[in-house]
């Protein structure tokens, strides 16, 4: 009996042992996040209040991947509150210096908000949260996304970009 004790004393700290570094390596998959500051301007937050007025989660067939729309419209009420709260906590600052580590602090807590969304909704949420990430101006990473080699970057920047945009300084038509 008391070697089996043991036994299952071993096996459990291994087991331990086993889901810490396994969790140790999940962590690795983020970039640190970056320590950017911006400047919030007249024409930065004129086209995140365009953003902020549009039609979010609609169906549409942007490269790479296209969107078919939220998954019910509680979960589009969810996702679009999330979004906009991030857009809303950036213009709520007055026009000047905007730090990135703020900026991801909100996109963090938006990405938790959509935890249990549909992946296809979680993943134009973060989509959307880019977007804002971008028209800021921020070159660096986030901190709240993970992408492996089939998401291209462009050069000098961290993050992929969102959907419909052709290059960082081109972003996607925005209809309010």
Request: some cysteine.
């Amino acid at each position: 009996m008391r070697y089996i004790l043991i036994l299952i004393c071993v096996l459990a700290l291994g087991a331990f042992g086993f889901a810490g570094f396994i969790y140790w390596k999940y962590c690795q998959l983020f970039p640190e996040p970056s320590n950017e500051t911006v400047q919030l301007t007249l024409e930065k937050r004129a086209t995140l209040e365009r953003l902020r007025k549009e039609a979010k989660f609609q169906a549409h067939d942007f490269s790479p991947l296209g969107y078919t729309g939220a998954e019910t419209p509680e979960d589009k009420a969810r996702a679009t509150s999330a979004v906009n709260g991030v857009i809303d906590a950036v213009l709520a600052q007055p026009d000047g210096p905007v730090q990135a580590r703020t900026v991801s602090s909100l996109i963090g807590k938006a990405m938790r908000q959509v935890f249990w969304l549909a992946t296809e909704d979680r993943n134009r949420t973060a989509d959307y949260l880019l977007e804002i990430w971008y028209i800021l101006g921020f070159k660096l990473a986030t901190g709240q996304f993970a992408y492996g080699a089939a998401y291209r970057k462009p050069a000098g920047y961290s993050e992929p970009l969102p959907p419909g945009w052709t290059a960082p300084d081109q972003p996607r038509p925005i209809n309010p």
